[in-house]
Structure formats: C-alpha cells, structure tokens
C-alpha cells in the first residue's frame, strides 16, 4: 500500500528481493524491457529511479526527470550517472559500494594462486592434449610478501585472506589510520615505493582518481623487485598498460592477472597471451551473491531517501564511517533545529555567514554531515528549491553566504557541544545544543548569550528582560490568560547581570498575541515564539 504517493522506477534486473522491499513502500514499475526512448519520455512520472551499469542517466535526460529524488545504482562506481547534474538538482546518487567487497576480495585471491600456480596455462595444455608437468611449476606464497596499494574494505579483506596462507602483508594507504594496519597486523608503508621495495606480489585497490591513473607505470616498474607479479581487479587505469608490456618483456615483472582494462569490453590486445599473463573480462563483482546483495542494498538506499532518513551510501553527500555515523547520526536532527532556531530568532533581512563550532570530544570527528544538517535548518523556507544533504552547500554558496567550521578540543560544560552562530546584515545570533544519554537526546544549552539546559521541542518561546524578582510568574500568568500550556521552562542569567533569558516549551505554537501581551510590559527586551 503506497500511501505517499511515491513511484519508483527499476530499469534493470535486480534480486527480487529488493524489488518486493520497494514494493511494501512505494509503486513500482519495471523498466527492464524498456528502450532509452521510452525511458526518456516516461522518466518524469518516478521519484526514484533504479539502475545498473547499461543505462546511463546524462544531464538532459535528469533534466526531464522532473519528480526524480533519488537515483539508485546497484553497484560500485557510478561512471554512468552524470552526478554533478544530480547534484545540482539536490538529487541523491547512491550507489552499493560494499556489496561486491568479498567478491573483489575473494577474486584477487584466485587470480592471485592462479598466477602463482600458473593454472590457467597448464589447463590450456591439458584440455590441448599435452601433459607439461614440468613445464608448469609454480611458486608457493607462503613466507611472500603481499603488497597492497590501497588499503580500503577490499584491501583489508584481501590482506586478511593473505594472512591466513602464511603471507607477509605491507600497505600503502594515507588515508588509513596506524591503528588499523596494527589490529590487521599489516606492515604500514608511508610510501607506495616501500612497497614496491619489498613486495614479491603486488595487488591494487585505489579508487579511480585523476591523480590515481597510471599509478603503475615504467618509473613504478624500475622501483619494484624482479620477478614481481601484479594483480589488478580494481580499476583498468590504474596502470599503464604498455608500461606492463615492456616490464613483462624485460623480465623485470614475471606476471600478471588482470581483471579489468581501460576500455570495456575489450577482446583484443598486446597483453593477452603474453606469457605469464592471465586476464578474465571483469569478473570480479560477478557472482551471484553479490549481485543480489547489490541489488538489495540499492533498493534500501531509495527507500531511506524518500523516507527522509539517512542515506549513508550516497555519492554527493559526505560519507562517514559507520563508526563516525553511530557517535555522530543522532546528533544531526539537533544540528538542523539549531540552524532553524538561529534564523528563527535573529531579524535578518540577508545572511552573510554562517559559523559552527563543534566543541569537545565532536572536535575528533569528520562533522561535515553536522554542517550541512545545520545548513538544512538554516535555509529551509527560505530558497525557492527544496533543501536537502546534497544541494545545502551549493544553494548557500550561490547565496553568497559563507559557512565557517570550527573545533574546539575543550568544552567547558559538557562533553560535547555545538554552537551554531548567523551573521547578518543587523547583527548575529548563537545558539548552542548538545546531545544527552545514549540515545543523544537532543537539548539546547545556550540562547541569547545565556545558558540553560532543556530537552528540544517543536515549539518554543524566548523572552530577554531585566532579571529582578516576579518576571517568570508574570510570564505565566500571561500564558494562563491565553489557554497556553507550559510544557517546560528554564531560565538563563549569568552571575551579577541585569539580563536574564526564560525559554518555554509548549504542546502547541505559541500565539503571537501572548508574546505581545509579555513583551508590552515593563522590563520586557524582547520576546520571540518559534515552532521548528
């Protein structure tokens, strides 16, 4: 039963599960037999749309996809996909990056004994009517080195899996902290050179970069061991195809096995049937459970996008670790009410920036999906374009607003705290939060200069006055005379000011005549009802 109204487009074959778990939320259609014609004339009608790697989503035809909110990629890359038109769309791109990971990593493995063990060649020879025993013998990987470019998902589960042959493991990732490569017990290698100097085996697990392309060429070649043998079964141009060819030809590098290639698909060229070369058509994602597990994984992504929840696989909103995710996810409905909350309270007619400070134990964290939580709080209604994760920062950028990040590794109250400040053409405006027991209930700590301490609220009232004996009853006698209910209150006064702040929470939006009645008082600066 599809009560809001959403479709959902599956243009290729995925597991059926996933399609039955589009099912119980949304309308599905699938597009599987669908020329791109078709597709084009009739992509207006989803809000999601499902893909795998033959359809390619350009700009003009995104551009037709008036209703689309998310598009699904049921794989690794999203090569076909034009995500800067997504983006700009505040379209979510998601893809299922780890869905293939033990298939990658197991078929490194193979390739790896295959090339070691020379068993494709000597297949060849016997199905060929020729017993070669001698000719094929190969050699053992226990006691060898493993070298590994790229220690992500992949290359973590490829080292494990060396380990447990008896291989000696060293890697080459700065993006990876010291302590990972400790708990693997995997040799940490400050340069891919080291690397190079030490390995027997070398496999590649870089993602595909302007910067990573070629990363095997002749000045790599000349740095590695003789005798060494490459694995490849992540990206074609990670390495230099014809510099392989020379270093095969010198001796300098005795094989390779190689799963993908610059240009797919491929049937012909200078590598194949070299000797000490094997080569499979890009099987490394290529088993059935993989393909399932992508196709479902996909499938929950869409439904977490237009259910409104986090999209943790999106490829144009900031990614965290899932250990990042688990301190810092539930603190992101506190960071979009205190950006609603600083908008709320000031009286701007422009906003110039926008400065967070992450306070405490939050300096130690990657908070990018905090800032644009905050951003999402900030301009919601105020941007003819719906905000969301992917398109917060582009819309504040061609606003002209600036957004400042800030750490503070002490927190003088709490362990953590995030401070939320708008600067306008009038003035700024701070408000503070933070997140309490394990569930990170969000609280608001700070407003207006003062500091209190009350759990967050859909409706609120602020009230700055002079701070004398009698104010927080004629506050509410005045909520009394109007029916309104006070939920809560908390009152904020530093030691030997004159000004305090009362903040209230209510069951319902506060009417504006009772924050008149208030503030038309003797005493009274200033009074504000906001509902987030």
Excluded at 163 to 180: I, L, Q
Excluded at 288 to 301: K, L
Excluded at 365 to 372: A, G, S, V, W, Y
Excluded at 495 to 516: F, L, S, W, Y
Aim: hydrophobic residues 40%; contains cysteine.
């Amino acid at each position: 039963m599809n009560d809001n109204g959403y479709r959902v487009l599956v243009k290729e074959k995925i597991a059926d599960s996933g399609v039955e778990l589009l099912r119980e939320k949304f309308d599905v259609d699938l597009g599987v037999d669908w020329d791109d014609g078709e597709l084009e004339q009739r992509i207006g009608d989803y809000d999601a749309i499902l893909i795998r790697s033959a359809t390619k989503l350009t700009a003009p035809l995104i551009e037709k996809g008036t209703r689309l909110k998310v598009i699904g990629r049921a794989g690794v890359g999203v090569d076909n996909v034009d995500v800067p038109a997504a983006t700009k769309r505040g379209i979510i791109v998601a893809n299922a990056p780890e869905a293939n990971t033990i298939a990658a990593a197991e078929h490194t493995m193979a390739l790896l004994l295959a090339l070691c063990r020379n068993i494709p060649q000597a297949h060849a020879s016997l199905v060929g009517h020729k017993w070669e025993r001698s000719k094929f013998g190969g050699m053992e990987v226990y006691e060898k080195t493993l070298g590994i470019l790229g220690f992500g998902r992949i290359g973590t589960y490829v080292a494990e899996r060396a380990k447990s042959f008896g291989m000696h493991v060293v890697a080459f990732d700065p993006f990876v902290s010291a302590e990972r490569y400790r708990d693997l017990g995997v040799e940490k290698a400050e340069t891919s050179d080291e690397v190079y100097a030490k390995a027997d085996l070398i496999t590649l697990h870089l993602p595909k970069t302007p910067e990573t392309a070629g990363w095997l060429n002749d000045e790599a070649f000349a740095k590695m061991r003789d005798g060494v043998r490459i694995i490849n079964v992540a990206r074609g141009e990670l390495i230099d195809h014809e510099a392989l060819q020379r270093a095969l030809e010198s001796g300098k590098v005795a094989g390779a096995a190689l799963d993908v290639f610059p240009e797919e698909p491929i049937t012909e060229h200078p590598l194949f049937g070299m000797e000490g070369v094997i080569v499979t058509p890009h099987l490394g994602a290529s088993t059935a459970e993989a393909q399932d597990r992508a196709g479902v994984i996909t499938a929950e992504q869409v439904v977490a996008a237009l259910e409104g929840d986090i999209v943790t696989n999106a490829v144009n909103i900031p990614r965290l670790s899932a250990e990042d995710m688990e301190q810092l996810g539930p603190l992101m409905p506190l960071c979009t009410k205190l950006g609603r909350l600083a908008m709320a309270l000031g009286e701007a007619s422009s906003v110039e920036r926008i400065q967070i400070s992450y306070e405490g134990r939050l300096a130690d964290f990657d908070t990018r999906l905090l800032t644009i939580s905050v951003l999402n709080g900030v301009l919601e209604g105020h941007t003819e374009e719906p905000v969301n994760f992917v398109n917060a920062h582009t819309l504040a950028e061609e606003r002209g607003i600036r957004v400042a990040e800030q750490k503070e590794p002490e927190s003088v109250d709490f362990t953590e705290v995030v401070r939320v400040e708008v600067v306008s053409d009038v003035g700024s405006n701070e408000v503070a939060g933070t997140g309490f027991g394990p569930k990170q209930v969000p609280h608001l700590v700070s407003v207006y200069g003062q500091s209190f301490n009350m759990e967050m609220a859909d409706n609120f009232a602020f009230f700055r006055y002079r701070d004398q004996p009698g104010m927080i009853g004629r506050v509410g006698a005045a909520f009394g005379h109007h029916g309104v209910n006070i939920h809560s209150a908390a009152v904020g006064a530093a030691e030997g000011a004159d000004e305090a702040v009362m903040a209230i929470t209510t069951d319902a939006p506060v009417p504006h005549e009772v924050i008149d009645e208030i503030t038309g008082g003797n005493d009274f600066y200033q009074g504000r009802a906001v509902s987030l």
